[in-house]
C-alpha cells in the first residue's frame, strides 16, 4: 500500500503506463482527425482498448488503496481542488474510451484489439469500407462526447503536470520526487 513517504510500485507504474498511453493517444487522435490520417484509426483503436484495461486496473487500485497523503502545506479549499482533479483524472481516463467505443461501435465500424473483433463492423455491401451505423444518434452524441472528453482530459492533464511541476520548483515537498519512486521524508 501507499504511504505518506512511499508509493507502491503498482501506484507509481499503473500511474505512468497509464499516462504514457493517454497522452499519446490523445495527440494521435488529435492528428488522425486534423490530418485525416484514418489508416491510424485501427491502432488507435486497439492501443486504447489495452490501455483501457491498465486504466480499469488503476481505478479499482485507486479505488482500493485511496489517493496518496498531501506531502504539502495549502489550505482546505486548495486540498479539496486537488482531491476533485486527481478523481476528475480517473474518471475521464475512464469515460475517454468508453465514449470511443460508444462511437466505434454504434457508426458500425466495430473495435478490438489489432485483429481481435470485440464489436463487429457493419460495411455496406454495395459501398466497400462505409459503414452502415447501427445507431447514428448515439454515434454522433459519442463522436461528439469523445472528442470533448479528450480535450477537456488534455487541458486537465497540462494542469496536473503544471501543478507537479510547482510542487517541485516552488513548494520543494518532495510530491514529484515521490511519483518518481524516491523516498521523501
Excluded at 513517504?5 to 497509464?18: A, T
Aim: hydrophobic share 55%; net charge positive; aromatic share 8%.
Amino acid at each position: 500500500m501507499d504511504n505518506a513517504r512511499r508509493l507502491h510500485p503498482l501506484s507509481l507504474g499503473l500511474h505512468w503506463l497509464v499516462a504514457l498511453c493517454v497522452i499519446g493517444l490523445i495527440g494521435v487522435g488529435i492528428f488522425m482527425v486534423r490530418t485525416e490520417a484514418w489508416s491510424l484509426y485501427h491502432w488507435h483503436k486497439s492501443i486504447g482498448l489495452l490501455a483501457f484495461t491498465l486504466i480499469l486496473a488503476r481505478v479499482i487500485w485507486r479505488l482500493r488503496n485511496g489517493m496518496p497523503a498531501p506531502l504539502g502545506e495549502a489550505s482546505p479549499l486548495v486540498h479539496l481542488a486537488a482531491r476533485a482533479a486527481h478523481w476528475a483524472l480517473l474518471l475521464l481516463t475512464v469515460l475517454l474510451p468508453v465514449s470511443g467505443m460508444l462511437f466505434s461501435g454504434a457508426s458500425g465500424h466495430g473495435f478490438g484489439v489489432f485483429s481481435l473483433s470485440l464489436f463487429p463492423h457493419q460495411y455496406d455491401p454495395a459501398k466497400p469500407g462505409e459503414a452502415i451505423p447501427f445507431n447514428a444518434p448515439l454515434a454522433e452524441a459519442a463522436q461528439l462526447g469523445h472528442q470533448i472528453l479528450g480535450y477537456t482530459l488534455a487541458a486537465l492533464i497540462a494542469l496536473h503536470v503544471l501543478a507537479a511541476l510547482k510542487h517541485h520548483l516552488l513548494d520543494r515537498d518532495g510530491t514529484l520526487r515521490r511519483m518518481l519512486g524516491q523516498q521523501v521524508s
